[in-house]
Every structure is written in structure tokens, then in C-alpha cells.
């Protein structure tokens, strides 16, 4: 099967890029522009693409909109016109409602910020315009994304500057447990989706397993060669101070994956 995909410049879309091939589109584009795309009908479109986090997402929320919502609704109306076998929609869990139990497909949704509300209506969107063939459509709900190579904004980012000793960083709420992947794993899970024509609707991408902040920056930090500096790695907890997720659908139809955390390395040090 032949692999599109959006946002191949991203924190996990470049560990793609050498495997799909890219889609070219401003997702700002009126309609007729996406229908000017044209793709091989036995192919699978994966879409990466947008604004995210919530700091990125407020500051041009029309923008963000256009791209986050409105950008994916066109391209899964494009790639159903086009009559492709699959599209991957790539969402998150912050969808779900904050909770200390582990969060199932069937789990109550309660997006906690403008940019998991955005995801929220673009999946429904995406779910409307493949309403007549759902067994084609997956939204792949991805949980937390954690290695070096990731943006400075997100855990990771901080992780770094606890790395380069930054005198004015902290890392708060450091009891908060996530359920990490690095963005490798994530870009490698994706592609075994793709051409996995029985998963579809909605799917969690997790290890099933959670570490509190502390844990993973401790572990990145010691497997590179840093101190922990624990005094700047403050105890606390975030208004979603758990989420866990289930991945029984995903290994239900691909037994044999390896969903482990397993964090790089950071060049140079």
C-alpha cells in the first residue's frame, strides 16, 4: 500500500519521512485546492499535521481553527474522493476527561484545553465525512510524547534545559503520571496502522504503563550522562495529574509490538 502523510517536518512526522510520501498542501487552502491532490486509490493518508499545544493554539485561535479543524475535515474529503483505502487521523488523549483510571477508546471525553477541544472537532469532523465507510477511517489517539528530539514547549524540552543546567528553569508538578513513547516509536506504530486494514475507529497509542515526570526525566537525564538535579525537579501535581492508557484494541491486531518507552540518547553528551 502506498503511504501519504502531512506534517513530515514534525516532532514525529520526520521519522517518516523517508517511508511516505509527502502531501503538499497549506491546510489554510480553500476547498478546490485540495481537490486538486491526487492519490493512488489503493493508499493510506496519514495526517500529522497542525497546530499544536495550547500556548501555539491561542495565540491565532481562527488560524489554528483553519488549520486544526477545518484543514483535516478538506484533506478527508479530498482522500475520500479520491477513494483511498485508509486515512489515519492522528489525535491525542488529552481528549479525554482528566482522570486516575485507565483510559479506554470507551473512556468519557473532556478535552482540558483549546488545543484538545480542536482535536476533539476535527476527529468528529473526520468521522462524519467517512460515515458511510467508517471500517476505512482510524483516529489514533496518541498519549504522551517524550525523547530529546522533541518541541522546547512540551516535557522534553524542559528535560533539556535541566541537561544544560539552566539557572532559571524548574520542573514542576513532577508527580504527574504519563504514558510515554518517544516520537520514533510513535512514527513507527503509525506506519504498522496504515497497513493494518482491520483497526479502525478509534485506537490508543500507549504503552499501558505510566511513570510520574520524575521517573522519566530522572532516566533520561542518568541514561545521558547528567545529574539528576533533583533540587530543580519539584514534587506537585497538574490539574490532570494521571493519564494511562489501554492499548488492548492496538495489540488485539498487532500482537506483536514492542510498545516500550525507550528514550535516546542526547547527541553529545
Not at 483516529?139 to 518541541?151: E, H, K, M, P, T
Not at 504514558?179 to 483497526?199: H, M, Q, W
Not at 541514561?223 to 530543580?232: I, R, T
Amino acid at each position: 500500500m502506498k503511504l501519504y502523510a502531512t506534517g513530515l517536518t514534525g516532532t514525529i512526522g520526520k521519522h517518516l519521512a523517508n517511508q511516505v510520501q509527502n502531501i503538499d498542501i497549506d491546510l489554510r487552502s480553500p476547498k478546490e485546492v485540495f481537490n486538486q491532490l491526487t492519490f493512488d486509490a489503493n493508499s493510506c493518508i496519514i495526517h500529522l499535521a497542525g497546530v499544536v499545544g495550547p500556548a501555539l493554539v491561542e495565540k491565532d485561535l481562527k488560524n489554528s481553527y483553519q488549520i486544526n479543524v477545518e484543514g483535516a475535515k478538506k484533506l478527508a474529503l479530498a482522500a475520500l474522493d479520491a477513494g483511498i483505502e485508509r486515512f489515519v487521523y492522528v489525535s491525542t488523549s488529552h481528549v479525554y476527561k482528566p482522570s486516575t483510571k485507565i483510559l479506554t477508546e470507551e473512556s468519557e471525553i473532556g478535552p482540558s484545553n483549546v488545543y484538545a477541544q480542536q482535536k476533539l472537532e476535527a476527529e468528529l469532523e473526520v468521522q462524519k465525512v467517512f460515515q458511510t465507510s467508517p471500517t476505512r477511517l482510524s483516529i489514533v489517539r496518541v498519549f504522551s510524547v517524550l525523547d530529546w528530539d522533541v518541541q522546547e514547549f512540551t516535557l522534553g524540552g524542559g528535560i533539556k534545559k535541566l541537561s544544560m543546567d539552566d539557572p532559571e528553569f524548574v520542573l514542576g508538578n513532577s508527580d504527574d503520571v504519563r504514558d510515554f513513547l518517544t516520537p520514533k516509536k510513535i512514527a513507527e506504530v503509525l506506519i504498522k496502522i496504515a497497513n493494518e486494514p482491520r483497526l479502525t475507529g478509534i485506537v490508543n497509542m500507549c504503552t499501558g504503563q505510566g511513570l510520574t515526570v520524575s521517573e522519566a526525566a530522572t532516566r533520561m537525564l542518568k541514561e545521558s550522562g547528567f545529574s539528576p538535579m533533583e533540587a530543580k525537579i519539584r514534587p506537585g501535581n497538574s490539574g490532570m495529574p494521571s493519564m494511562v492508557g489501554d492499548n488492548s484494541k492496538l495489540l488485539s491486531h498487532l500482537p506483536n509490538l514492542q510498545l516500550e518507552w525507550a528514550p535516546s540518547h542526547l547527541s553529545g553528551s
